[in-house]
């Protein structure tokens, strides 16, 4: 979709109020400056595509031109300068860093409260049954991270398990067909397990809350160079919460059509993830999310996720959301 006909798109879809945004900003969007941002289809950064959709962000005085593209390649497209901005886990950004890719995080997206789970064939109730059976993960992403903190609450490890590495998307596909007795995934994704009744969902994050978090984050050389860019990102989300508590039917209609979801279906997903406005990110990037680093650093390095821990002093920086 190009910006040169949003909006008529704008129009239909999110109504005349946000058209003329949509149309004004595709006027002078090449002359302003822009931000590449890696991410995925999980239904807790929907919001930053339908900024992008409506006009947002261009409003604001940035053009965001998003890549989709799986975790384990995110920090080697920033370090190559390919992307700015990347949107994941709180123990993500942490393997990051650890792999020399320096990142801040800025932003809090929200947090997973049913969104990720791991889905087992009949007969295995629990997460310590999961011992000796076959498992599909994404390796190097929050899939990993977040069944290695279950493990460790079980007395168990990665090891106990025989592991497959798969795209969340994948992984739910193929316990659908029956390729393996369990998956580890999330929304849009977790749903396809719930409405094809395969198996059963053992347990989700939303019996880990605060465990998996998204962060919005950028390296420190461009945040010192580039903070008038970085506001705008910060405050085009705030926008988009806004405009979806403002006509969410609309909006789930741009949000789902970004990952094939009707809107009825993208606002079933959208049940499991918490969305973090201007007050909780105060809350939670001043107080909560340096304390948590700690904690998730430790448990990656005893998993053996990272090959040394990270520094997690400069992660954080929490002067946008003020």
């Known amino acids: ?59 604001n005085g940035i053009e965001v031109e998003i890549k989709k593209m799986p975790t384990s390649n995110r920090h080697q497209a920033m370090a190559s300068g390919d992307v700015q901005a990347i949107t994941t886990t709180v123990d993500t950004h942490i393997l990051y860093a650890s792999s020399g890719v320096p990142v801040t995080q800025v932003l809090v997206l929200d947090t997973s409260a049913g969104g990720d789970g791991i889905a087992a064939k009949d007969g295995i109730g629990s997460v310590k049954a999961l011992k ?71 347990t989700t994050s939303a019996d880990t809350p605060g465990v998996i978090v998204d962060t919005l984050a950028f390296q420190p050389d461009y945040i010192a160079k580039n903070p008038a ?59 909560t999310l340096p304390k948590f680093l700690k904690e998730a650093n430790d448990i990656m390095v005893e998993a053996r996720l990272v090959r040394r821990p990270a520094d997690v002093s400069t992660m954080v920086d929490a002067s946008f959301v003020k």
């Open 229 to 287: 860019v970085v506001q705008a990102m910060v405050k085009s989300w705030f926008e988009a919460l806004d405009m979806i508590k403002a006509q969410p039917e609309a909006a789930y209609k741009v949000m789902g059509a970004d990952v094939n979801q009707t809107p009825e279906q993208f606002k079933e997903s959208a049940k499991f993830v918490s969305w973090y406005d201007r007050d909780m990110n105060k809350e939670y990037l001043g107080e």
């Open 1 to 59: 979709m190009t910006r040169r006909w949003f909006g008529a798109f704008t129009a239909a879809m999110l109504g005349a109020v946000f058209c003329t945004a949509g149309a004004a900003g595709s006027a002078f969007a090449a002359d302003l400056p822009k931000v590449t941002l890696a991410m995925s289809g999980w239904t807790g950064f929907a919001p930053i595509t339908l900024a992008q959709k409506a006009g947002i962000f261009e409003r």
């Open 132 to 202: 000796g059976k076959s498992v599909a993960v994404q390796f190097g992403g929050v899939p990993q991270f977040w069944l290695a903190y279950l493990l460790k609450q079980e007395g168990m490890k990665l090891d106990d398990l025989k592991l497959t590495n798969l795209e969340p998307k994948d992984a739910a596909n193929a316990f659908v067909a029956g390729q393996f007795d369990a998956a580890v995934t999330y929304e849009p994704y977790l749903s396809t397990v719930r409405t094809n009744n395969a198996g059963k969902i053992i």
